[in-house]
């Protein structure tokens, strides 16, 4: 069965510095796409960046890049430059292909950051 | 543009009573899928709707059902309320069955007491 694992339950980090968030995966798959949301207080999950399977470089976006390391089945999330803004819940998540053509997303249980002044 | 609305933000219900809970998709968008997030956890995938008939589903009882308009909004109504329904319903919509990126909205919290 597909898992995705976060192993930090929560973070803290300095604004202005970078941190890295963990996210380990196990697929049987050949094609999966991976996910980091960010969900602050109030609710909303808002996607931050995608690496698919067979994508050769580590995606980017802005302040976020994925460091995809597909030996390792791991996905960690880099933010650089932590802003007080950047405080909340991180997942990782990866998309399950269903029959049909039809994909769900499955989440590990996230990470609480935390950036202090 | 708007994005993924859903309504109401808050909820409270007392235990076997049903709920009805609503879903606008981000403009352009076609398919909707609900999640549950108990506190504390991840969201987990309840159904996905697509052309106005349920697609997937994912380990959740009978008791959740749900329903898509043709103008592509969605309702998941859940029956017999549990304590353990207590939860951040979540709904997401994207282009196509196959999109691979989910817009989320900001949930509806459900309490059931």
């Known amino acids: ?117 | 543009d708007a994005g993924v609305t859903q309504s109401p933000t808050h909820l409270i219900k007392t235990r076997g009573q049903q709920v009805t809970l609503r879903c606008s998709p981000k403009s352009g968008h076609d398919t909707v899928s609900w999640y549950q997030q108990a506190l504390g956890q991840g969201p987990q995938f309840i159904f996905q709707y697509y052309e106005e008939e349920e697609r997937q589903r994912g380990n959740f009882p009978d008791r959740f059902s749900g329903h898509q308009f043709p103008n592509y909004s969605s309702e998941l109504n859940v029956n017999a309320l549990l304590l353990g329904d207590s939860a951040l319903y979540l709904c997401a919509s994207s282009l196509g069955v196959g999109g691979e990126k989910l817009f989320f909205g900001s949930g509806t919290q459900l309490s059931v007491l």
Not at chain 1, 6 to 20: H, I, W
Not at chain 1, 92 to 114: D, H, P, Q, V, W
Request: glycine residues 8%; contains cysteine.
């Open chain 1, 1 to 117: 069965a597909q898992k995705i694992t976060q192993t930090q339950p929560g973070m803290f980090v300095q604004e202005k510095e970078a941190v890295t968030l963990d996210c380990t995966y196990d697929t049987s798959d050949q094609s999966y796409g991976l996910f980091w949301y960010k969900q602050p207080s109030s609710g909303e999950m808002i996607f931050l960046i995608y690496q698919g399977s067979y994508d050769e470089q580590n995606a980017t976006e802005g302040r976020y890049s994925l460091n995809f390391q597909k030996a390792r089945k791991s996905a960690n999330l880099v933010i650089s430059a932590s802003q007080l803004g950047d405080s909340a819940m991180y997942f990782c998540a990866m998309r399950e292909s269903l029959s049909g053509g039809y994909n769900k997303l499955i989440f590990g249980a996230g990470t609480r950051l935390a950036v202090h002044p």
